[in-house]
């Protein structure tokens, strides 16, 4: 296998990840800029130089790997993946900035028997969201803002190829998470849940998950040398989300966090 890639972390044993113990590994790159990332490592696509948290010294995350290394490195859980049902789950970052890199893994994890999830925001041509999702078992993606514009202008880009990604998993029935980030002055209103809840109804998705605004994320602005334009704003928690949560159910539509 000669195809790689730069990654910028691999965690072993995780168990958020996907079905059952999973071995994580993050791809850097990512065209969108959400202001609220919690992964602000991950955007870049190349290695960059972050201070380390306890010594304050600077290093460099992210490393080029082979496709080869990558499965030798998830093939020594094997046996947790199949006590658990889990396996690889491939997250960043956005997976498909590294389109090729990507699906080289997860077709090699198939051809070994893993079961294989993918994090991913749903921005990419559709034509390589279709070829990747073949070898893909299980799908965590979201949808930032029902309003293309206002996706725009938060996020970098538009979401029109998002929902037709999205829609093409629904429709084709892969076991696919879909989420909302629910964030502070951007989609947190309860005008927003109907939009939101309206165009579920006409996309026929009837299930979405609720993932509160949090702060995760804020110290490592600061390790990279970057700006936080989320300074001060409070976290969310399910509790604070309940009348947000109602709306969804109001449309007959499973809403869970």
């Known amino acids: 296998m000669t195809e790689s890639g730069i990654i910028f972390n691999i965690q072993h044993f995780s168990l958020h990840d996907g079905p059952g113990i999973r071995t994580t590994v993050f791809l850097k790159g990512c065209p969108l800029r959400c202001p609220w990332c919690s992964n602000p490592e991950s955007q870049r696509k190349t290695p960059e130089t972050i201070l380390n948290a306890t010594t304050k010294l600077p290093e460099i995350i992210g490393e080029k790997k082979s496709v080869s290394d990558i499965i030798d490195e998830v093939l020594k859980d094997k046996d947790f ?9 491939l997250s960043g970052g ?13 077709k090699a994890a198939k051809e070994k028997g893993i079961h294989t999830a993918i994090e991913t925001t749903a921005f990419a041509k559709h034509e390589n969201f279709v070829d990747l999702i073949q070898y893909v078992d299980f799908i965590y993606t979201d949808l930032k803002h029902y309003d293309s514009l206002k996706h725009a202008l938060t996020t970098g880009v538009k979401n029109n190829i998002i929902i ?5 998993a629904f429709q084709n029935n892969k076991q696919i998470v879909l989420r909302i980030p ?6 947190d209103s309860l005008e927003d849940a109907k939009a939101f809840s309206e165009l579920f109804q006409k996309l026929h998705i009837n299930e979405v998950q609720l993932l509160p605004f949090h702060q995760f994320g804020e110290k490592k602005y600061e390790l990279l040398g970057r700006s936080y334009e989320m300074t001060g704003i409070a976290n969310y928690h399910p509790e604070d989300l309940v009348d947000y949560q109602q709306i969804f159910l109001d449309h007959h539509i499973h809403c869970y966090f």
């Open 81 to 89: 993946y199949e006590e658990s049902g889990g396996g690889l789950t």
């Open 94 to 106: 956005e997976i498909f900035a590294q389109f090729q890199f990507a699906k080289a893994i997860l």
């Open 164 to 168: 037709k990604n999205i829609t093409y």
């Open 182 to 187: 629910v964030i502070p002055n951007f989609n």
